[in-house]
């Protein structure tokens, strides 16, 4: 009586310390199972949240170098208005010199379209630690310009943000840069190729042609469109990242009011439960005291 006793009242103080009704599967094993069930998808959501993370950080990166790839364009549009223009104010030399600044821009461009996250190219798709575009030749006066040519793959880099649900954190950039997005090639339809377009207008500068110059505006235009595309579609990645984030944050909440319903003790039960105990241990003790308290004759034998 007396051990168990003792054990009743150990299993009542640690319930008591622990402030957990369950602390092993002996104490319930219906509900230990159940509350293993409940952590474990409570795992599963710190999973998704630290996907989230990773995903805004790709699609940051990504939607940056799309920014600075439309400051390119822009002052790649003001540089060919300039060169455009037929005053006589513009000349061969002055148009050479608006064609070394864009030369400068055609080199940001690659820049932008190879930039990196963690040591990965954002637009490269699986073949994300290799350089995506690369660059023959060189801009020389009196030459053809530089080519371009993707190294990198088609695929968009998806992360789960839900359960089964996934979405891209990256951009095929062939379609991006160079607005092939079926592959055969060539520019799709209402698309253009970016670095042969600052190509182009780098070589009519170079030839003095102020038609051919102000015939660039019209791809440099679309060129900035099609990036407004790409960042329209990174931003839809971002919203539904964003919901995905409140929905697994609520489901957190109800998965951890119920593991407290699960495991927690009832703080009032407990304490009053272990004053029992403690009183029904020292009875238990007394009694067993004087069950082998000697007598008289006992010493007298």
């Known amino acids: 009586d007396v051990l168990r006793a003792r054990q009743r009242l150990a299993r009542v103080q640690e319930q008591a310390s622990s402030g957990l009704r369950i602390n092993r599967p002996s104490d319930d094993a219906v509900g230990y199972r159940m509350a293993g069930g409940v952590r474990s998808a409570m795992r599963g959501g710190e999973q998704l949240l630290r996907n989230h993370g990773r995903a805004e950080t790709r699609i940051a990166r990504a939607d940056t170098a799309l920014a600075e790839t439309l400051g390119v364009l822009q002052r790649a549009r003001e540089l060919a208005l300039q060169g455009a223009n037929g005053t006589p104010t513009q000349t061969a030399r002055t148009r050479q010199i608006l064609?070394?600044?864009?030369?400068?821009?055609?080199?940001?461009?690659?820049?932008?379209?190879?930039?990196?996250?963690?040591?990965?190219?954002?637009?490269?798709?699986?073949?994300?630690?290799?350089?995506?575009?690369?660059?023959?030749?060189?801009?020389?006066?009196?030459?053809?310009?530089?080519?371009?040519?993707?190294a990198g793959d088609s695929n968009e880099i998806e992360i789960e943000i839900d359960e089964g649900v996934r979405v891209p954190t990256s951009l095929d950039g062939r379609r991006v840069f160079q607005g092939d997005g079926d592959g055969d090639g060539s520019p799709d339809a209402g698309r253009v190729d970016l670095f042969d377009t600052l190509a182009g207008l780098w070589a009519a500068l170079d030839a003095n042609d102020g038609a051919a110059t102000a015939a660039e505006l019209d791809r440099i235009d679309l060129a900035m469109q099609q990036i407004h595309t790409e960042r329209t579609r990174l931003a839809g990645s971002s919203q539904r990242i964003e919901a995905a984030r409140e929905g697994v944050r609520d489901r957190a909440v109800a998965l951890t009011g119920q593991l407290s319903q699960l495991e927690d003790a009832d703080a009032v039960s407990v304490y009053s439960e272990l004053v029992s105990r403690e009183v029904a241990l020292q009875a238990s003790l007394q009694a067993a005291a004087r069950v082998i308290q000697p007598s008289l004759l006992d010493f007298l034998r």
């Open 99 to 150: 064609a070394e600044e864009v030369a400068g821009l055609h080199g940001q461009l690659v820049s932008q379209a190879n930039a990196q996250v963690g040591g990965e190219h954002v637009v490269a798709g699986c073949s994300n630690d290799a350089v995506p575009f690369v660059v023959a030749g060189a801009f020389a006066l009196g030459t053809p310009p530089p080519g371009v040519s993707f």
